[in-house]
């Protein structure tokens, strides 16, 4: 039986990374005419201005882990890689090929050559579904409906690729090892729309590989209208699924989790409710989950702002910030808490002794954020301050303690003087602090 553990995939709504490189010496030329390929470089470049004709342009997936144009990947696992390329034919707006090349007797040669009625590639995903060690290729392609791509599979068999029929669609696609058999699996993931309902499919390589078969479907929260963050791991213990951080209409943040449940069969969403206080169903802050105690579980986070006087206004609360974690029961386990501030990137462990007793406010005018007992109406003797200094502007640290520095930023404590119990020790505060 083989299990995978698999890596971060983005979806669409992620922003893109942005590379840029900077050179000494290069004339105007130069720039406008960069050094050609060599060798297999070359040979595929070749390779694909041959096939695409003259005055093509080359396509890239907008999003996923494949964002170039031509990708190289081991298919077929003989370990040489194999060349994916996406290109739209001059003057043929409304098609993008995907061309598939591979190196056959040291000669590099077309595989396999697609065309998609789309202006756009929306993801290009690699998957072993039928566990043979070749893996098939899943590109999303844009459609005229922002929230749904119409999804290819591709097969690579005996030097050559055969389209699988496909009428799916979805917002983004999860690859992964959901129903712990001896494959992958896709999961398709559609946000609402006119067209479609907010859905998740999980599907499957036929017997005969003829077609995909859907082996279980799940709703998904019809408010979201953008993925934030999509993972694919453990949610709890010895279980695979698939972690959904979105953003609503209204902004706020939530996460679903989905998972296969090899007993029935079937494909089980969970959404977190606010059956126990630190379980908020939707946060304000756009923090996004992820294994903080490196334990091989993935962490939800539920995040609010700290309690404050109505009436203040010369500073604003920080956040709570819980991370809990899915169990097989179904309860939902404290990991963590900490307090949060998203303003100056750093979060604190909050002691079993403040829980309920504690709130912390930041003055951005002083660069403080000043910690205080919390006497459920009011605030009350201040606990600790927390003080960001700039290195740039060379202030006068006297009377604060250094936790840590940045490029730009050194961050420093100072403890009040009085006999409140809840008064933290130097090397407590210090354990305590982490920057984000």
Same mark, same amino acid.
């Given at each position: ?20 490189? @900077? ?6 030329? !130069? ?20 096939? /695409? ?33 996406? %290109? ?49 290729? /899943? ?6 409906? &922002?929230?749904?791509?119409?999804? @290819? ?6 030097? !050559? ?9 979805? @917002?983004?696609?999860?690859?992964? #090892? ?22 998740? &499919? ?20 019809? #408010? ?8 694919? +791991? ?6 695979? +699924? ?8 209204? +902004? ?49 986070? $539920? ?39 998203? &303003? ?11 829980? +309920? ?6 003055? %951005? ?14 605030? $009350? ?10 290195? #740039? ?17 050194? %961050? ?25």
């Amino acid at each position: 039986m083989k299990k995978k553990l698999l890596s971060l995939l983005l979806a669409s709504s992620l922003g893109l990374t942005m590379a840029g490189c @900077s050179s000494v010496g290069l004339s105007v030329e !130069n720039l406008m005419h960069p050094p050609k390929a060599v060798g297999d470089k070359a040979e595929i470049q070749a390779l694909v201005d041959s096939v /695409a004709g003259e005055g093509h342009t080359l396509k890239y997936p907008q999003s996923g882990n494949y964002r170039s144009a031509i990708t190289m990947k081991d298919i077929d696992s003989d370990s040489i890689d194999e060349a994916i390329a996406f %290109y739209q034919p001059v003057g043929d707006i409304a098609t993008v090929h995907m061309l598939i090349m591979d190196s056959i007797n040291d000669e590099w040669q077309t595989v396999g050559d697609f065309k998609s009625q789309s202006t756009a590639v929306e993801s290009l995903n690699f998957c072993d579904l039928d566990g043979n060690g070749i893996l098939e290729i /899943a590109t999303s392609w844009k459609t005229y409906n &922002a929230n749904l791509n119409q999804i @290819s599979l591709y097969i690579y068999e005996d030097n !050559n690729v055969r389209e699988v029929s496909s009428e799916h669609t979805s @917002s983004s696609v999860l690859t992964g #090892d959901f129903t712990e058999n001896e494959g992958e699996e896709l999961l398709l993931l559609s946000l609402f729309s006119t067209e479609k309902e907010a859905t998740a &499919a999980l599907l499957d390589l036929s017997e005969n590989k003829s077609d995909l078969e859907t082996l279980g479907t799940a709703p998904l929260n019809p #408010d979201v209208v953008s993925y934030s963050q999509l993972l694919v +791991g453990n949610i709890f213990e010895n279980q695979v +699924g698939a972690v959904i951080d979105g953003c609503t209409q209204s +902004g706020e943040y939530n996460t679903q989790l989905l998972y296969f449940n090899t007993y029935f069969n079937s494909l089980e969403h969970i959404s977190f409710t606010e059956n126990v206080p630190y379980n908020q169903k939707l946060r304000s802050y756009p923090v996004m989950s992820d294994d903080v105690n490196d334990d091989g579980v993935i962490e939800v986070p $539920a995040a609010f702002k700290l309690s404050i006087e109505k009436d203040r206004t010369d500073a604003v609360a920080a956040a709570d910030l819980y991370w809990c974690q899915q169990t097989s029961s179904g309860t939902v386990l404290l990991i963590s808490h900490k307090a949060a501030s998203f &303003a100056y990137g750093f979060t604190f462990e909050v002691p079993e002794s403040w829980e +309920g007793k504690f709130t912390a406010l930041t003055n %951005y005018d002083t660069n403080e954020v000043t910690f205080f007992e919390w006497t459920g109406s009011k605030t $009350a003797d201040v606990l600790l301050t927390v003080k960001i200094f700039e290195k #740039d502007k060379n202030e006068d640290m006297s009377g604060y303690t250094s936790l840590d520095e940045t490029d730009d930023r050194v %961050y420093t404590f100072k403890i009040p003087e009085g006999d409140n119990s809840l008064i933290l020790t130097e090397r407590e505060i210090k354990s305590a602090f982490e920057l984000m």
